[in-house]
């Protein structure tokens, strides 16, 4: 049954994706854009339903990932059939299927993300939030599928018709009379009841703040993984066009197809506890990467406005600040690295502090006595056991 439903959800993600690329009118190059991301969502919640890990999480990213390939796909085969004028059928029903799925789809994350990581919302309160969330979710689909309301034909991503204004055409199965009036004042006011999707971060926090030993590293990994993707959205947002902000749209979508492998990692535990070495490493080398750019940019208007009356171009001044920059590596990474360490890993420094003062009295003693009490010391201050004693094999003469 589980790896049943795992090669359907792998097979319709993977098939919505291909015949995607059907319609590379309506996507262009985007396509590697906005649909590919979406696969890593069905295929790791396929992975953790085999593996049976995280309770209902393996489901729900599944259901998601699938839903959102078929809005897409929906979209596309819908413009192709009516604003472009292609001699597909059924386009009206693929524009009303992308109009409410998308809710489903929703409510899926959302759930998905109130329940992770060990498949139970972080309390009562939470709960009951949830499934008033989820009830929501099942009225809101029903009253835009059968609201008697226009439904948008959005124009395609790129080419020439992007910038075209969205048409509309009416539901298809719109409902009439008193019922069809409920099905409208509920349509209207699905953006009110869309606002529980905050449940989903508050109670990320909420279980961070609550959370101990394995719990706390599985939210270490979404955590970094959230803020590694919006660093890079931040970065192709704010970049101007050209090849800079090519390769920030792209790194901005790897980041985006990382947040449910990141889930997938958290919930089955695979090397949990190397996100604190990659979180050190990020903090160092951001740290390291910005200051020696600061220092470049720096230098060569520096040395160009110092060299301007004796050199005609700016090479002088590029190979001087390079020299310094290279030159100033090693010391401004370990000055960060003791920073870093410092500040968010203080166990680690002070043990690393306390070994390498050990390491200095060693050299100097030579009293067997005062060596055991150093030794069981320095035991106790790095790694903090309950009980710690020394035992010498006495040797015969």
């Known amino acids: ?49 085999v593996r049976r890990a995280g309770g209902p999480i393996g489901w729900l990213l599944g259901a998601a990932g699938v839903l959102l390939q078929l809005v897409l796909l929906s979209n596309a085969y819908g413009y192709t059939s009516l604003a472009a004028g292609a001699a597909l059928p059924g386009g009206e029903v693929a524009m009303w299927l992308g109009s409410f799925i998308w809710i489903a789809a929703l409510g899926f994350v959302v759930s998905a993300m109130v329940r992770f990581p060990d498949g139970r919302p972080p309390g009562r309160t939470f709960a009951i939030l949830l499934w008033a969330f989820v009830a929501f979710v099942v009225i809101g ?46 349509a209207s006011a699905i953006d009110t009841f869309l606002a529980l999707v905050l449940i989903a971060p508050v109670a990320l926090v909420v279980r961070f703040r609550r959370s101990r030993g394995i719990e706390r590293e599985q939210l270490k990994w979404l955590t ?59 903090l160092i080398y951001a740290g390291v990467s910005a200051l020696l750019a600061a220092a470049y940019i720096g230098g060569v208007a520096l040395f160009q406005t ?57 050299r100097e003693q030579i009293d067997l006595a005062s060596l055991e009490r150093e030794l069981v010391g320095v035991v106790n201050d790095t790694m903090q056991p309950v009980h710690a004693s020394l035992w010498l094999r006495k040797v015969a003469p």
């Open 1 to 49: 049954m589980r790896a049943a439903f795992a090669a359907l959800i792998c097979a319709i993600a993977i098939g919505s994706f291909v015949a995607d690329l059907w319609f590379l009118d309506f996507f262009g190059p985007l396509i590697v854009v906005v649909p590919l991301p979406l696969l890593p969502l069905a295929i790791v919640g396929a992975f953790l339903v």
């Open 141 to 186: 689909v029903v009253g835009v599928a059968l609201a008697a309301e226009p439904i948008i034909v959005p124009p395609p991503f790129v080419g020439p018709h992007a910038s075209d204004p969205s048409r509309s055409i009416p539901n298809p199965f719109a409902l009439h009379g008193p019922l069809g009036d409920l099905m409208l004042l509920v």
């Open 224 to 282: 970094y993984t959230a803020a590694i993707a919006f660093g890079l959205w931040l970065l192709a947002f704010v970049s101007p066009r050209g090849t800079i902000a090519n390769l920030a749209q792209a790194a901005s979508v790897v980041g985006i197809g990382l947040l449910p492998v990141a889930i997938g990692i958290a919930v089955t535990r695979y090397r949990l506890y190397d996100i604190d070495v990659l979180i050190r490493r990020t």
């Open 306 to 362: 110092i060299l301007a009356p004796f050199t005609a171009g700016s090479g002088v001044a590029v190979a001087i600040s390079t020299l310094a920059v290279v030159a100033l590596f090693q010391p401004v990474r370990r000055r960060i690295q003791s920073a870093v360490d410092h500040r968010f890993y203080r166990a680690k420094y002070d043990a690393e502090r306390t070994l390498d003062a050990f390491a200095a009295r060693l």
